[in-house]
Structure formats: C-alpha cells, structure tokens
C-alpha cells in the first residue's frame, strides 16, 4: 500500500534494526561453527572439507553484507532525501539477499552430505589409537564427542538465519524501490 514519509521511516528503522541483529548472530554463529570446528578438517585434497569452509566463508560475507544493509537502511530512516543512499541501500539489499539465498542452497547441501557420510568428514583429523588396556579412543585437535551433533545443530541454526535475512532484504528492496518510485 502507499506510506507516508514517517511510516517509510519507521518500517526502514525496524527493518534495518531487524537486519542488524540477524546479521550478527549469523555472523556469530559462521565464525563459531568455523573455529570450534572447520578450520580443523580442512584439507585441499578433501572436496566436501573444502565445500563445507566456501559455505561457511560465504555465509559470514552474506552476514556482513546483510549488517552493512542493516546500517543502511537506519541511515535511509533518519535521511530520506538523498538518491545515493537510496541506491546504496538498493544495491545492498539485493546483494545481502542473492548472497543469503546461495548460502542456504549451500549450507543444505553442507547438511546433505554430512548426513549422507554420517558425520565421517567431520573426523578425518581424528587419529584412531587402539591400546591394550582401554577402548579404541580417538586424539583429535578438537572435542570429537558432540561435533556431528554440535555443527548440524549451528548450522540449522543459520540456515534459519540465512532464511530470515531473506525475507528482511527482500522487505528493505521493496521498500527502496517504493522510494525510488521504480
């Protein structure tokens, strides 16, 4: 429908504000799921190892453009006049969403395979020790109990994230182009 200037403003500050937050937790959770995990098993040789380090990578450079958006969009609500911010939050938010929508084709496909191998490429830097006296145990660089369970669970999580980055910079795009008059 048609909106004053002062509901522009306000659904721009919510969108922006909403866009920053999700933003940072899928931040957050990129470079959780990477440092407690990924930057372990990443081997050149390894095509899934590699996959899943581009995903998680692109997934952070998908956050960081949605934040930047975020900002945008608040500085669009409190200055509504200029075109040039018109057109960088334009720009932004088609970027952050084209970005987020590759993320969750990529993150699913991440999902896919580690169901498909059960977990294994999660564990490849895992050495397998058998002594005598004790069970088979495992001396990994990292804890190897909840790690398949753990990264999953992170990246569901931003794959929900990624989604809802979705559909705020599709909602900050429509609202540009409504600014725009396109």
Same mark, same amino acid.
């Given at each position: 429908?048609?909106? &004053? ?11 922006? %504000? ?9 931040? +957050? ?14 081997? *050149?040789? &390894?095509? +899934? ?15 960081? @453009?949605?934040?930047? #958006? ?9 200055? @509504? ?21 590759? #993320? %969750?084709?990529?993150? !699913? ?12 490429? %999660?564990?490849? *830097? ?5 002594? !005598? ?7 990994? *660089?990292? &804890? ?39």
């Amino acid at each position: 429908g048609h909106l &004053d200037p002062g509901s522009h403003q306000r659904v721009l500050m919510k969108t922006g %504000l909403i866009l920053l937050i999700i933003g940072h937790l899928n931040f +957050i959770t990129g470079a959780f799921v990477h440092g407690t995990v990924l930057r372990f098993i990443v081997t *050149p040789q &390894d095509a +899934i190892s590699l996959q899943y380090v581009v995903t998680n990578a692109a997934s952070v450079v998908s956050a960081l @453009l949605t934040i930047s #958006c975020g900002i945008a969009a608040l500085m669009l609500s409190r200055y @509504l006049a200029p075109a040039a911010l018109k057109w960088a939050v334009f720009a932004l938010s088609t970027s952050s969403s084209l970005g987020c929508l590759s #993320c %969750l084709l990529g993150l !699913a496909v991440s999902i896919g395979l580690t169901l498909g191998s059960q977990g294994r490429v %999660l564990l490849t *830097p895992c050495t397998v020790t058998d002594v !005598a006296l004790a069970p088979v145990s495992r001396e990994c *660089p990292f &804890d190897p109990t909840r790690v398949y369970s753990s990264t999953l669970s992170l990246w569901a999580i931003s794959l929900l994230l990624n989604s809802m980055e979705i559909v705020f910079g599709i909602r900050c795009l429509l609202l540009t182009l409504h600014l725009l008059r396109l």
